[in-house]
Each structure stands twice: as C-alpha cells, then as structure tokens.
C-alpha cells in the first residue's frame, strides 16, 4: 500500500549501509516511505542523504564482552537512544535492523511501540547484536542458511540473501561499458591485466601491508596494474610503502572508492577481506577472488 512507512536501522560501515540502501529504493520504488536510522559518525550520515533518504542520527555503543567502562555505559545509551526512536518509528509499518549496534535502540523503540521487526542478519556466524534481538522480531532474514542454528527454533528465519546495490548489479550485465569508464576515471591501462585489492570501507591493515610486499615483488611487471583501495586511515602510510612510480608496475592508491561497480568492471581478480557484503558483490559481478575470512560477531 502506497505511503506505508518502513524504518531502516543499522550503518557504521559500508557493509550495514549498502544493503540498507538496496532495501530501501525497493521499498520506495514500491511506493513505500523509508526512513533510515544511524549514527552521525558514520558512512551513512553522507551515503544514506545521498541516496535521497530521510535520515536521523542516534548515539550508539558497541557492545562488548569484556569488563569496562565502554561495557558498563553501552546499555544505557542503547535504552537512551531507544526513547529518542520512539517518535521516528511510531506509527511505522514494520522496523528492519539490518545488524549491528546502532540497530540495537531503534528495535527496542519499535517493541516498545508495537512495530513489527525484521533482522536482517548477513554473516554465517550472527552477531552479538542480532542473537540478542532475535527474540523481538518476527523473522530473521538470513545470507547464509547455516546462521539459522544460532538462533533456536523459537525464532522464524528466512533465507534472502544479502541485498546488493543496483550500481553493482550492472557489472554482470554491462561490463565492458563500465570497464570503459572505470579505466578514465582511474587512470588505467586497457593492455594490462588489473588486480583489485581492498579491505572494507575501513580498510585492513593486514590486507594493506601484504599489498605494500606484493607490489615491491612484482614491481617490474608492466603487465600489470593494481587498484589498491586502503581506507581512509591507512592511505598515507601505504603510499610511502610502495615502490617507485617509475617503475613497470601500476598502481592506483585509493583510500575509499564511492563507485566500486568501476573497479569490479575492471578487475581480472579481487583480493579481498570476506566480509558479507563484498562475497554478495563479488559474486553477483561473477569476479575472480580470493579473500580472508574475518569472524564477525558484532
């Protein structure tokens, strides 16, 4: 029904906010109303206006296992945050968590206003802040089929897969074109063939530092090129570890790339961390990989 209001909840990294997104212009080009909730500090406050969704900013904490100050103060600013969701999902249709901490006061505002939720819950092990919400919703909404065990059989689950953004879903079908475009926007080579290393929107240290070494080792190869995506806090580092511009090797350092269906385009291999998000694009643009696995439990 058209005007129905459903609230999105959950960001911090581009992980939680790309699939939101994917959700969210379905659901609006099905004539729902989407209102995203997240922190201020992070990648949702610019992706999610961006897009052209409502949003609003809540403090969040992340819920940890060890004794702290940061464990002791996590719940009270959850039940906090809760009551300033009251009012954003009151009168909702339904409140989907996408995971994540900051989903953890807008599901507990929408119990206490009798808004239905649905988790969505992208990892093969769930994390700590969907197992602890499970029990409020009325279906958790599953990438892999083995996270259902974590979550008993009093709670409803459904396999759905991970939500991939449009822009990414073209690779599959439109690659050249966008291969074309990617190499004039990044400064690449038609002749050589392209690896694609990255970590996540935050990047990964390890995955960076084994790239510095990678890029000394091939150093003389004019064959071939690398897209070197490091996160924002890593860049400068990287960049006085690798080799010589001079140089065969090509390589083009990125410390965040908005536009990553270009260098999917263009990669003859990815190499990457395994989080969920990345395995659900570089699956959908059919690419070459090879990826660290990473336990992800928050």
């Known amino acids: 029904?058209?005007?129905?209001?459903?609230?999105?909840?959950?960001?911090?990294?581009?992980?939680?906010?790309?699939?939101?997104?994917?959700?969210?212009?379905?659901?609006?080009?099905?004539?729902?109303?989407?209102?995203?909730?997240?922190?201020?500090?992070?990648?949702?406050?610019?992706?999610?206006?961006?897009?052209?969704?409502?949003?609003?900013?809540?403090?969040a904490r992340p819920f940890v296992r060890r004794v702290s100050a940061d464990a002791l103060r996590a719940p009270f600013v959850a039940l906090g945050a809760a009551r300033?969701?009251?009012?954003?999902?009151?009168?909702?249709?339904a409140v989907v968590g996408m995971g994540g901490y900051v989903s953890v006061s807008t599901v507990l505002a929408a119990r206490r206003e009798r808004v239905p939720v649905v988790l969505h819950e992208q990892n093969a092990i769930p994390g700590l802040a969907n197992r602890a919400l499970a029990r409020l919703s009325r279906a958790v909404a599953l990438s892999f089929a083995d996270a259902g065990k974590a979550?008993?059989?009093?709670?409803?689950?459904?396999?759905?897969?991970?939500?991939?953004?449009?822009?990414?879903?073209?690779v599959a079908e439109d690659r050249d074109t966008l291969a074309k475009e990617g190499r004039e926007v990044l400064e690449l080579e038609e002749d050589r063939r392209t690896v694609l290393i990255f970590g996540g929107s935050q990047g990964a240290l390890h995955i960076d530092r084994a790239a510095v070494?990678?890029?000394?080792?091939?150093?003389?190869?004019?064959?071939?090129?690398?897209?070197?995506?490091?996160?924002?806090?890593?860049?400068?580092?990287?960049?006085?570890?690798?080799?010589?511009?001079?140089?065969?090797?090509?390589?083009?350092?990125?410390?965040?790339?908005?536009?990553?269906?270009?260098?999917?385009?263009?990669?003859?291999?990815?190499?990457?961390?395994?989080?969920?998000?990345?395995?659900a694009e570089l699956t959908v643009c059919g690419d070459a990989a090879s990826s660290r696995a990473r336990m992800q439990r928050q």
Do not use: W
């Not at 699939?19 to 209102?35: E, F, H, N, S, Y």
């Not at 953004?165 to 073209?170: A, E, G, K």
């Open 1 to 59: 029904m058209s005007g129905e209001l459903v609230v999105i909840a959950g960001g911090g990294t581009a992980g939680h906010v790309f699939p939101g997104l994917a959700l969210g212009r379905t659901l609006r080009d099905r004539g729902r109303d989407v209102r995203f909730v997240g922190t201020e500090d992070g990648l949702e406050a610019r992706l999610v206006p961006a897009a052209g969704f409502e949003f609003h900013a809540v403090p």
């Open 84 to 93: 300033r969701c009251r009012p954003l999902v009151r009168g909702a249709t």
């Open 151 to 170: 979550f008993g059989k009093a709670v409803r689950v459904e396999l759905t897969g991970n939500p991939v953004r449009d822009d990414v879903l073209r």
């Open 213 to 279: 070494g990678a890029c000394r080792l091939l150093s003389g190869r004019s064959d071939l090129q690398i897209i070197l995506i490091t996160g924002p806090t890593h860049l400068d580092s990287i960049r006085r570890g690798l080799p010589s511009a001079r140089t065969g090797l090509l390589v083009r350092l990125l410390g965040y790339l908005d536009r990553m269906e270009l260098a999917y385009a263009c990669a003859d291999l990815a190499v990457s961390r395994s989080g969920a998000t990345t395995m």
